[in-house]
C-alpha cells in the first residue's frame, strides 16, 4: 500500500510524503545524470524505472538497464505544467523541490530556473529546499540571473563523504536564506568538516538494495562539528535493505532539528 500511494504522488508529479525532513515533494523536472558514488544507489532511479515501466510520459527514456539495474540515460523533461503547482497548496508545507531529480544539472534551460523561483517567491508561505550536486551550477545560475535570496527558500548540497567536501565551500558563498547539506547517502568520513554559516546539516545512510554501510563514527564527527557550529542537526536513517527494521535512533534518540526561521520586523 505505501508503494501505491508513493508512485500515486510521483504519477502527478508532487504530494505528500514521507521523506522524514519535509512534508511534501515537487518535480518541475524529471530525468538526471550520475555524477559521484553517492548516485549509484539513487532511490529516484529504482523509482523512475517503475514509472517507464508503467508507461509514465514523464519518464519514459529516463533510465536504462546496466548490470542488471536501472540508470538514468540523461534524458531530462522540462515539466511545465507543474509549475503553479505550489501555489495551490493553501496551508504551508516545507516542499522538497526536484526530489526526482537536480533542478542545477547540466542541460536545464536558466530560463525555467527561473520559472521555479517565480512560483517559489510567489507561494511564498512554503519553506522550499532545493538540494544539489552541483553547487557550481547553482552558484553560476544564481548570479547570472539574480536569482533572489529569501528566508523561505534553503538551498543545499549533498557530501556524501570526504572526497566532496569542496562542496560546502561552494555552497557557503551562495546568498541564500538558508544553508543546508544533505550528509545522505553518508558513505565514507567527512572528517572535520567546516560548517560555518551553515544552518542545517541532514546525516542518513543508505537504503535499499545494495546499500553501502554508514559507521557511526562518521555520524559523530558530523555531530560534533553541528555543535561547534551552532548547525541544526538531523538523523534521517541508519538505512540498508529495510530502513524501517534499522531504524532512526542515534545515541539512544531521535533527532530531529530544525534551523531557527529568523525573526522579521
Not at 517567491?121 to 538540494?131: E, F, G, N, P, T
Not at 560548517?195 to 562518521?218: N, Q
Not at 555531530?223 to 536513517?237: I, N, P, Y
Amino acid at each position: 500500500m505505501r508503494l501505491q500511494i508513493a508512485l500515486c504522488h510521483v504519477n502527478k508529479m508532487a504530494g505528500l510524503t514521507d521523506i522524514e525532513w519535509t512534508d511534501a515533494t515537487w518535480n518541475p523536472v524529471s530525468g538526471c545524470l550520475m555524477v559521484s558514488p553517492g548516485c549509484t544507489n539513487c532511490y529516484a532511479m529504482r523509482m523512475a524505472s517503475r514509472l517507464q515501466a508503467m508507461g509514465h510520459q514523464n519518464y519514459l527514456g529516463s533510465v536504462r538497464q546496466s548490470g542488471g539495474r536501472s540508470v538514468w540515460t540523461g534524458k531530462i523533461q522540462l515539466l511545465s505544467e507543474t509549475l503553479e503547482i505550489p501555489l495551490g497548496w493553501k496551508r504551508p508545507r516545507k516542499i522538497f523541490v526536484n526530489s526526482m531529480s537536480d533542478l542545477f544539472q547540466d542541460g536545464i534551460h536558466p530560463e525555467f530556473i527561473s520559472s521555479v523561483w517565480k512560483t517559489m517567491l510567489k507561494a511564498d508561505w512554503h519553506i522550499y529546499q532545493v538540494l544539489t550536486k552541483r553547487p557550481i551550477n547553482m552558484a553560476r545560475l544564481v548570479k547570472k540571473l539574480g536569482l533572489p535570496s529569501a528566508t523561505h527558500i534553503w538551498l543545499g548540497t549533498t557530501v556524501e563523504g570526504g572526497d566532496f567536501v569542496k562542496r560546502i565551500d561552494i555552497l557557503r558563498d551562495i546568498p541564500a536564506g538558508m544553508r543546508f547539506i544533505s550528509f545522505e547517502p553518508l558513505i565514507s568520513s567527512v572528517g572535520s568538516v567546516n560548517l560555518t554559516d551553515i544552518d542545517w546539516a541532514i546525516v542518513g545512510g543508505e537504503s535499499g538494495p545494495g546499500a553501502r554501510p554508514m559507521d557511526i563514527r562518521w555520524v559523530d564527527e558530523i555531530k560534533v562539528q553541528c555543535r561547534k557550529s551552532g548547525t541544526a542537526f538531523f538523523f534521517k536513517q541508519w538505512g540498508g535493505k529495510n530502513k524501517k527494521a534499522t531504524g532512526r535512533n542515534l545515541h539512544g534518540r531521535t533527532w530531529d532539528e530544525y534551523p531557527k526561521m529568523p525573526i522579521l520586523a
